[in-house]
């Protein structure tokens, strides 16, 4: 993910890509808000909808999780899904200015994005 300017936290608009892997599928760039508070990591996600047929154009997730330092852990829930939970977790690293997030995806049945 990346962020247009330096900042102190993680808090604002970012933009960012997720690929699959052994390119099962084409990469899926997403938008996020996010809000970083003591610690704790908030915010909202909007991608194209690539996963669920049943949902609309475009897929909707809230995030909660932490930032430690450069780490950043978070679990993306989707609000799409009816009655099927799917969540992601995402751990990475934020660069130095806080403007760009290096990590891996992993859904709940442990399938690395």
Known sequence: MDKDESYSD????????????????DPVTFNAILA???????????EPN???????????????GSVAGSSVRF????????????????????DPSLTRIDGRWTTIEETPW
């Open 10 to 25: 993680l808090s604002g608009s970012w933009t960012g890509v997720y690929d699959y892997p052994d390119h099962q599928a």
């Open 36 to 46: 970083e508070t003591a610690g704790s990591l908030s915010g909202e996600i909007i």
């Open 75 to 94: 679990m993306k829930f989707y609000e799409d899904f009816d009655n099927d939970v799917h969540e992601v977790i995402y751990e990475g690293t934020a």
């Open 50 to 64: 690539t996963i669920n047929p049943e949902a609309g154009k475009f897929l909707y997730a809230s995030v909660t």
